[in-house]
């Protein structure tokens, strides 16, 4: 038997018996019945909650794939009203080529040669949205329109002028602008993304999950800074759930010290009427009451 | 043969699962202990708010059963805790300044009058005077004296409990019932 083992002692005995001399039943019995009530309301009331949260979670998941859903669909339709070059030809028999796409067989070098040589033209914008018929009826002038567009797209070009083989189904014209549509609308989303993010960075419930996050996940440091930007400390998230009670439930006494040091009110109740002093009882850490200043 | 009893962790993990009866079995068999507790730490003086903090207490477990982690304490351990920081609260919300064993040493300044007739408590009267003479103690002597009594803790949970080393603990105890001894016999030489 260690040193710090309890010798049993007659006076606790003593006392056990005092006390079953003064208990009532009576009284006993009624608490057991209030207590066992109580317990059970609250079991029912966690299932509620326990519910509410996942329909909660549900419909930020739906609401989510609505947003992301729409993003792509306007990116598609901001893709789809963006002038488009004259759509490909299909591909064509060998025997019958197709009028606008004259393939390396059909004017190997003469046509492509002085094109790639040309002087970047100013033209390209204009050519991508002439009429398929022009180009059909007028090939010396769609070819040189619709390859060359700058002198950095010269080399390429000049690379499809090398009499390779080129295939049919892969018409020269396509290809240029096929490079160089996509850069805008993605310059476009993105541009769109980052200024929605400027716009809500700064809103104060974005600020307040951001701190209710970082508490929960132990990063101190963003805490720290979120506090010092002026951040409510008792700022709460959807559940009505301060950062202390988050640094609580995820065993961050650090945080937890920092946020109780910085005014963080240990009474302020959830939605489901929990305090950080109740989360910080149910833990049962010593360390965590002291830092807390619940430890006598 | 019969089935071994549930033990604390799966009552309290069956109460998270949904089994009402598991709380209430979990109940009977620390009721009482919880109870004597809340109740002798809040003393007569605050002897009104005992069921209410007593209650409290196990709401606060079923609430949190799913937080329990029987690695990390006994179950005895978490409710004591629990029960304690409940009266702690509730002296600070009734502003009432707890003392943290001032006079411990002056406890063992007298010597231990050793055994005493009250250790065999027999009537109501004796039983009276000796709760009497345990909220009596300070706080955390009477802490440490209601957990080796009725809680049967060890002294590395009572430790645990109230948040002190082990050493401490030891002679909060010791202390306690020195001083138990003293205030009994004292009484108990007004009665001869």
């Known amino acids: 038997m260690s040193d710090y083992d309890v010798t049993p002692d007659p006076l606790d005995k003593a006392y056990v018996q005092a006390e079953a001399f003064l208990d009532d039943e009576e009284a006993r019995a009624a608490r057991r019945a209030r207590v066992l009530a109580a317990a059970s309301r609250e079991a029912e009331i966690q299932t509620s909650r326990d519910r509410r949260t996942i329909w909660r979670l549900g419909g930020g998941l739906a609401a989510a794939a609505v947003g992301g859903l729409s993003v792509l669909l306007a990116m598609h339709m901001r893709e789809a009203s963006a002038p488009r070059p004259p759509p490909a030809p299909a591909p064509a028999p060998a025997n019958h080529p197709a009028p606008n796409a004259p393939s390396m067989e059909a004017s190997p070098l003469p046509a492509a040669k002085p094109t790639a040589l040309a002087p970047p033209q100013p033209a390209k914008v204009e050519a991508e949205t002439r009429p398929p018929a022009a180009d059909a009826n007028d090939l010396s002038a769609a070819r040189p329109s619709s390859v060359v567009t700058t002198a950095r797209r010269a080399p390429e070009t000049m690379s499809e002028a090398l009499p390779v083989p080129q295939s049919v189904e892969e018409p020269a014209q396509s290809r240029p602008v096929a490079r160089a549509k996509p850069a805008a609308p993605a310059a476009m989303a993105a541009q769109a993304f980052s200024s929605a993010e400027k716009a809500t960075a700064g809103s104060t419930s974005d600020q307040a999950a951001r701190l209710v996050a970082a508490a929960a996940s132990g990063r101190i440091g963003e805490v720290k800074a979120l506090l010092e930007r002026g951040v409510p400390v008792d700022a709460i998230d959807a559940d009505g759930e301060t950062a202390l009670m988050k640094s609580i439930r995820a065993d961050q006494p650090a945080i937890a010290t920092l946020l109780h040091a910085r005014g963080a009110d240990l009474d302020r109740e959830n939605r489901a009427g929990e305090s950080a002093r109740d989360m910080a009882a149910a833990k049962a850490d010593p360390g965590l009451d002291k830092a807390l200043g619940l430890a006598p | ?192």
């Open chain 2, 1 to 192: 043969m019969e089935a071994a009893p549930a033990t604390d962790a799966q009552l309290l993990r069956a109460h998270s699962a949904g089994d009402a009866q598991a709380f209430a079995r979990l109940y009977d068999r620390y009721d009482r202990a919880c109870f004597h507790f809340v109740r002798r730490m809040l003393g007569a003086a605050h002897a009104d708010a005992a069921e209410d903090l007593h209650q409290e207490t196990w709401i606060s477990i079923a609430k949190s059963a799913a937080a329990f982690d029987p690695d990390k304490a006994s179950f005895p351990t978490w409710l004591f805790t629990i029960a304690r920081r409940k009266v702690w609260d509730h002296f600070r919300r009734q502003k009432v300044a707890v003392l943290v064993s001032a006079d411990e040493e002056s406890a063992m300044a007298a010597p231990d009058p050793g055994p005493t007739p009250l250790e065999q408590v027999q009537s109501q009267e004796l039983a009276q005077r000796m709760v009497t003479a345990i909220e009596a103690l300070p706080l955390e002597q009477r802490s440490a004296f209601l957990l080796s009594a009725y809680g049967e803790l060890p002294l590395s949970e009572i430790a645990l409990v109230t948040g002190v080393g082990l050493e401490t603990a030891k002679t909060r105890l010791r202390y306690a019932r020195v001083r138990l001894r003293q205030v009994l016999a004292a009484e108990e030489a007004d009665h001869v």
